[in-house]
């Protein structure tokens, strides 16, 4: 029992060391232009200063997105901590809105822009749609508010994250003027070469050096 205790805990803490720059870039699809990382609550504490500056990292990763808000209520814990270490750091970074469908969106939209504070270097905000709504009518309807609501009072237009099949089923013939982030783990999605896709998320399970938790990697059509 001893023996078969040490192999899992020495098999759980390999599955949590960060990979070597080297080997990282070895997992990244070809045939873009930049690799960027999205983070929430969910990865705790990040040690942005080793991970930027310590580890090799800062010539691969080239932009991050936090979560900022959920909801018309929720703030996410790790928001403030982690955008003024970005921000402290000058590497590029954007927020993030968890879209709540059965919520009201004007105040979503309104709680949002209360705790992201704009810079002119900003990147675009991001709705993140991944629950079903009442109906997929309500839901690109409620969308559209969100959207409207935080280009007019940002100036920038935001990016639409979800799901492969969500972008399939629901958004594909919609939504023509918007740009979208796509999470697809599996394969590289046919529809990539869509331009209205400018992100993939292509894994969720980023082992990355000062971070306790795996992490979202992504790459991007788009230069940094």
């Known amino acids: ?40 609550h969910h990865q705790g504490n990040i040690d942005w200063e080793k991970l930027f500056t ?3 990292y800062d010539s691969l990763i080239y932009f991050v997105y936090c979560k900022a808000t959920e909801g018309h209520t929720h703030i996410d ?34 709680h949002f822009l209360d705790h992201w504070k704009k810079r002119d270097i900003d990147l675009p905000p991001v709705l993140d749609v991944e629950t ?28 639409i994250y979800t799901s492969l099949n969500f972008y399939e089923t629901k958004f594909q013939d919609d939504f023509k003027d918007y740009k979208f982030w796509i999470a697809a783990y599996s ?3 046919d529809c990539i070469a869509d331009e209205r896709i400018i992100h ?13 938790e795996k992490v979202d990697i992504n790459v991007s059509k788009l230069n940094f």
């Open 1 to 40: 029992m001893l023996v078969v205790g040490g192999i899992i805990t020495y098999l759980g803490l390999q599955d949590r060391r960060p990979m070597s720059p080297a080997s990282f870039r070895k997992t990244v699809p070809e045939g873009f232009a930049a690799i960027g990382i999205d983070v929430s």
């Open 54 to 56: 310590e580890s090799g």
């Open 77 to 110: 814990t790790k928001w403030e901590r982690n955008r003024k270490a970005l921000n402290n750091l000058g590497i590029p970074n954007g927020a993030y809105h968890f879209f709540q469908p059965k919520d009201p969106p004007r105040p979503q939209a309104a």
């Open 132 to 159: 079903e709504g009442l109906s997929d009518e309500d839901l690109i309807a409620k969308m559209k508010i969100w959207l409207t609501e935080i280009e007019l009072h940002s100036g920038m237009r935001p990016v």
């Open 187 to 189: 394969r590289k999605p």
């Open 200 to 212: 993939w998320q292509y894994s969720e399970s980023g082992k990355l050096p000062g971070c306790k």
